[in-house]
């Protein structure tokens, strides 16, 4: 069974920082992985699509990146903002309904 | 571009009662999967379907149930509503039968039970 897990928990910086999230995934057999945002009591907004055979994906300031070997995805947020505050949830897609498993998230407070 | 969309937006259950979540997934997208999010939790698979038949059970009570229909368009059906039940839910689809394809999600139906 699939498990994903994300560090840290919760991230507090200052407008300005680059800053990196991290994904684990236990089953190194998916077939993407997806990174989300949310904001409090809303939905998930898709950031970044990453394909098993692909080692990166770049939109704007994010830049995601994947190593399947070892089971890891990174979120890299440069030159962060108060708008970037939410949180950060990653979803490994595997099993024969390439059903995503979601981590609990990065919950990212940007300040000005 | 059409998105996923999941009705009711909002729905208030009191104990017992039934309810029903509605999914419109992208047009021609062959998979859907519902997702339950508790207050502070990660979203946890429920179930899917593939081209209207049930694909994958995930972590859904006895109590639910859903189903997809000719026009693609899914239901999950939540009977003796329990407080525990007051959650986040979340439709998504994506094009899985070919290949691995992104999954994406609606807005979601938040559902209170009291």
């Known amino acids: 069974k699939q498990e994903v897990t994300q560090i840290p928990a919760a991230l507090s910086v200052p407008e300005g920082e680059n800053l990196v999230l991290n994904c684990s995934f236990t089953d190194s057999a998916i077939y993407n992985l997806q990174w989300f945002r949310q904001d409090p009591g809303k939905g998930l907004t898709s950031l970044l699509l990453?394909?098993?055979?692909?080692r990166e994906q770049t939109s704007g300031r994010l830049n995601a990146s994947l190593d399947k070997s070892s089971g890891r995805s990174t979120l890299y947020i440069a030159a962060s903002q108060p708008g970037d505050s939410a949180t950060y949830l990653c979803a490994a897609a595997s099993g024969g309904s390439y059903i995503p498993t979601f981590g609990r998230g990065t919950s990212l407070i940007v300040h000005p | 571009a059409a998105g996923v969309i999941q009705s009711p937006r909002h729905l208030i259950k009191e104990k017992r009662e039934t309810a029903t979540l509605k999914c419109y997934p992208i047009p021609r997208h062959d998979t859907v999967y519902w997702y339950q999010q508790g207050p502070g939790q990660d979203p946890q698979f429920l179930i899917s379907?593939?081209?209207?038949?049930?694909?994958d059970k995930g972590s859904i009570p006895d109590r639910f149930s859903a189903q997809q229909f000719s026009d693609y368009h899914s239901e999950l059906n939540m009977s003796s509503l329990e407080l525990g039940d007051s959650a986040l839910y979340f439709c998504a689809s994506s094009l899985a039968g070919q290949g691995a394809a992104e999954a994406f999600f609606g807005q979601g139906t938040r559902l209170t039970v009291v």
């Open positions: 990453i394909q098993s055979s692909q």
């Open positions: 379907f593939y081209e209207k038949m049930q694909s």
